[in-house]
């Protein structure tokens, strides 16, 4: 992740971050994305391309299928930028 502008260009589609919500649970092929989004499985792969040339996510083959699941170090990292600009001092009133 290059910088907070990058950062929330990918953000900026909910179907992206529900796939992220998606792979904090477990790691997912295509298809079970493309069935727990309710949209196909090409758009689920552009989506991945995007969240995977950000770092955000990994993929790894098992035979035919290839399963993507959360790169949580770039996610950890992505969260420390965006902390950063929030000066609403929510973090300090939540206690996280």
Sequence with gaps: ????????KIF???KRIKIIE?????SMNVNALADA???SPSAVSQHLRILKSA???KDERSGYWI??????????KARKMLNKICSCGCLLKTGK
């Design 37 to 39: 989004l309710k949209i």
């Design 55 to 57: 770092g955000l996510v």
């Design 12 to 14: 900026c589609v909910d």
């Design 22 to 26: 998606l792979l904090k649970n477990s």
């Design 67 to 76: 399963h993507y699941s959360l790169n949580k170090s770039v996610l950890e």
């Design 1 to 8: 992740m290059k910088n907070v502008a990058g950062l929330f």
